[in-house]
C-alpha cells in the first residue's frame, strides 16, 4: 500500500513568495496531520483534520498560514507571504479511525523541507 | 494541560546491549494513547510501538518494548540487543483519545550506538 505522499520534498523559495504544500493521506485514514518540525521547537501539530473537516488549528502561527482539505485524498498547507522563520521540515501524516489493538497510530509522509531565503 | 518530556537529549549504547529512552507524560484525561516514534537520520518518522491507558500489559514489538507504569505516568522505551541501525532520534508520543485524536511529542532522545 502507498504511503502519505508530499510534495514537493524539497523547496527554496524567496520570502514574500507563496508556498504551497501538498499531500495525500492513506486512502481509508479519517485523520490528516500537519506538522512542523524544527531544531528549536521540535515537531509542532499545526492542524488536524477528521473527515475533511478542521478539528484543531490552535497550532498554525499565524495568519499568512492556511490548510485546506477539499476531499478525503488531498490537503494542502498553503504559506503566503513566506518568511526566512518558516524554513523547517513539514510533515503530513494521517491516522485511520482509533481502534483497541493500535490507537491512532499515526503515519507520517516523508516530509517537505522547505527552506525561505 | 498536555505534556510529554524527554529527559535525554542523547544517549550512547553497546552494540548487542539493551538501552532505555525515558518518557513521562501529564494529562489528566483516563483514555489516551503512548507511542514511540524513531526518525533516523534520512528524515522519515517511523511507528515502533503503541500503549493504550487502559492496556494491562506492557506492549511489545520485536526488539521493541514499552515499559508502562501508569501510577508513575512514565512509558519508557526498551530497545534490547541493540543494532547499528537503531541510531536515530526517537521520540515519545500521546493521544488523547477523548474530544479528538490531538497527538503531542516530546522533544526527543538522539540514541548513538556503538561498534
Known amino acids: 500500500d502507498a504511503g502519505v505522499i508530499q510534495s514537493p520534498r524539497h523547496e527554496v523559495t524567496e520570502m514574500g513568495q507563496e508556498v504551497t504544500l501538498r499531500c495525500k493521506p492513506i486512502?481509508?485514514?479519517?485523520?490528516l496531520f500537519w506538522y512542523r518540525q524544527t531544531m528549536m521547537r521540535g515537531l509542532e501539530l499545526l492542524i488536524y483534520f477528521n473527515n475533511n473537516v478542521p478539528i484543531d488549528d490552535s497550532g498554525m502561527p499565524e495568519d499568512r498560514f492556511s490548510a485546506k482539505m477539499p476531499n478525503a485524498s488531498f490537503s494542502t498547507l498553503k504559506i503566503q507571504p513566506s518568511e526566512p522563520r518558516d524554513s523547517a521540515v513539514y510533515f503530513c501524516?494521517?491516522?485511520?479511525?482509533?481502534?483497541?489493538?493500535?490507537?491512532?497510530?499515526?503515519?507520517f509522509g516523508e516530509g517537505s523541507w522547505l527552506t525561505v531565503v | 494541560a498536555q505534556k510529554i518530556t524527554q529527559t535525554q537529549p542523547g544517549m550512547f549504547v553497546q552494540e548487542k546491549e539493551a538501552v532505555t529512552l525515558d518518557c513521562t507524560y501529564d494529562?489528566?484525561?483516563?483514555?489516551?494513547?503512548l507511542f514511540w516514534y524513531k526518525q533516523p537520520s534520512s528524515g522519515e518518522m517511523i511507528f515502533l510501538i503503541y500503549?493504550?491507558?487502559?492496556?494491562?500489559q506492557n506492549a511489545t514489538e520485536g526488539r521493541y518494548s514499552l515499559n508502562f507504569q501508569k501510577a508513575r505516568k512514565s512509558a519508557n522505551l526498551v530497545i534490547s540487543a541493540s543494532q547499528l541501525g537503531d541510531s536515530a532520534m526517537y521520540f515519545c508520543a500521546m493521544t488523547l483519545n477523548t474530544g479528538g485524536f490531538k497527538t503531542i511529542f516530546g522533544a526527543g532522545t538522539r540514541l548513538f550506538v556503538k561498534a
Open positions: 501524516a494521517s491516522s485511520p479511525r482509533a481502534n483497541r489493538y493500535s490507537g491512532n497510530t499515526i503515519y
Open positions: 494529562t489528566s484525561d483516563p483514555s489516551y494513547g
Open positions: 486512502s481509508g485514514h479519517d485523520y
Open positions: 500503549q493504550g491507558s487502559y492496556d494491562q
